[in-house]
């Protein structure tokens, strides 16, 4: 069983950096398509980015493409999003998930089998 483990959230200033890592565990060797999702208050839950841990391959969602950015952390099997320019709007509850795909199935739009806890963001104005 796969074990996701978020980190950074909380309350950031909006205009502020965010920055929020995923860690997985119990996958053994292998390699994962890990990703980040959110969901705000009232609202259906969205893909943000994904990427591919052995190639690094990433991808964004169209409609967030060129504000978060998705990339591998230091350790195997573990990602960081980050958005430069927190606004209000992107407050809500962000969620890793993973699974075994790919590199080329790899994308924001498919059904992930694992999931983190979430971690809570508020951005505040």
């Known amino acids: 069983r796969v074990l996701l483990v978020e980190s950074g959230g909380g309350s950031v200033q909006a205009g502020g950096p965010l920055k929020l890592t995923c860690a997985a565990s119990g996958y053994g060797a292998g390699y994962l398509c890990m990703g980040w999702f959110r969901q705000a208050p009232g609202k259906e839950r969205e893909a943000v980015a994904t990427?591919?841990?052995?190639?690094?391959?990433?991808r964004y969602a169209d409609s967030l493409r060129g504000r978060f950015t998705i990339s591998q952390g230091n350790a195997r099997n573990t990602v960081v999003l980050q958005l430069d320019s927190a606004q209000p709007e992107d407050s809500g509850m962000y969620y890793c998930?993973?699974?075994?795909?790919?590199?080329?199935?790899?994308?924001?739009?498919?059904?992930?089998?694992?999931w983190g806890q979430g971690t809570q963001v508020t951005i505040a104005s």
């Open positions: 990427l591919y841990t052995e190639t690094g391959r990433t």
């Open positions: 998930a993973a699974d075994g795909f790919g590199d080329l199935a790899c994308l924001p739009s498919r059904d992930y089998a694992y």
